[in-house]
């Protein structure tokens, strides 16, 4: 797995050098609206940690950022009122992935049916 690239355009977003619409933070976790929604609900859910993807935060990030992260996913989604209709979570990770953005993001998308899960281009 490749080292952190602290450059990446979420630690930029996490260190306030680019904005963005922010739905959700606290100690742990960040999560903002995608600049290129695919749905229309499409939020990225972030640790603050530098992890770079789904299995490096599993292995590295403390248990008190786990359950963070866990935690923030069902505060989110009452927020944003998607309980009732239901959701979609991605995590797109390493080559197969399609992982543009090396910092580990949850998609949560909703709003309308979603299709099938995978398209394989
Ligand atoms: P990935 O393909 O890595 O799973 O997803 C990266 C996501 O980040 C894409 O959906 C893309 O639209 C989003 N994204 C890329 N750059 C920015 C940005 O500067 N701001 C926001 N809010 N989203 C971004």
Do not use: C, W
Request: charged share 25%.
């Amino acid at each position: 797995m490749a080292d952190y690239d602290p450059d990446n355009i979420f630690a930029k977003i996490l260190r306030g050098e680019i904005p963005n619409k922010t739905v959700y933070e606290n100690e742990h976790v960040l999560a903002f609206e995608d600049i290129n929604p695919q749905a229309p609900v499409h939020i990225l859910v972030i640790p603050r940690g530098p992890y770079t993807d789904m299995g490096d935060f599993s292995k590295r990030a403390s248990e008190e950022e786990q359950i963070a992260f866990s935690r923030s996913i069902g505060d989110i989604v009452k927020i944003l009122e998607l309980e009732k209709m239901g959701f979609r979570a991605i995590a797109n990770t390493g080559i197969n992935g399609l992982q543009e953005v090396p910092h580990y993001h949850l998609h949560l998308l909703g709003g309308q049916p979603l299709g099938r899960m995978i398209n394989v281009l």
